[in-house]
Nanobody, 129 residues
Framework: QVQLEESGGGLVQGGGSLRLSCVAS????????MGWFRQAPGKEREFVAT????????LYADSVKGRFTISTDNAKNTVYLQMNNLKPEDTAVYYC??????????????????????WGQGTQVTVSS
């Protein structure tokens, strides 16, 4: 089991930026897919972005495409989510998740949260208008 710990959340004005970090407890590169999900108050958890650690292929939700960037740092065993031009509707608890790089419902990079095995505790992001 991979232990994940997120950080970097906070309060920011609309149009601002934040960078979230997720540190993994073991060397997950080459074998894992990492994802970011978020859950707003009263809503279900939703997919934000995912990355294959070995080849850095990425996939984004339409709502964040062009504003958010997911990336990895192998030396630090860390996945980042750079969030620019933040909007009030981005307010949510953001979760980091991981899964082995195996096929799931036709993809190595599923947006379905049920495909991910290990989860962090979440970090709050609040965007004011």
């Amino acid at each position: 089991q991979v232990q994940l710990e997120e950080s970097g959340g906070g309060l920011v004005q609309g149009g601002g930026s934040l960078r979230l970090s997720c540190v993994a407890s073991e060397r997950t590169f080459n074998t894992y897919v990492m994802g970011w999900f978020r859950q707003a108050p009263g809503k279900e958890r939703e997919f934000v972005a995912t990355i294959i650690w070995s080849n850095r292929n990425t996939l984004y939700a339409d709502s964040v495409k062009g504003r958010f960037t997911i990336s990895t740092d192998n030396a630090k065993n860390t996945v980042y989510l750079q969030m620019n031009n933040l909007k009030p509707e981005d307010t949510a608890v953001y979760y980091c998740a991981s899964r082995p790089m195996v096929y799931y419902s036709g993809s190595y990079m599923p947006a379905d949260e049920r495909a991910y095995h290990d989860w962090g505790q979440g970090t709050q992001v609040t965007v004011s208008s």
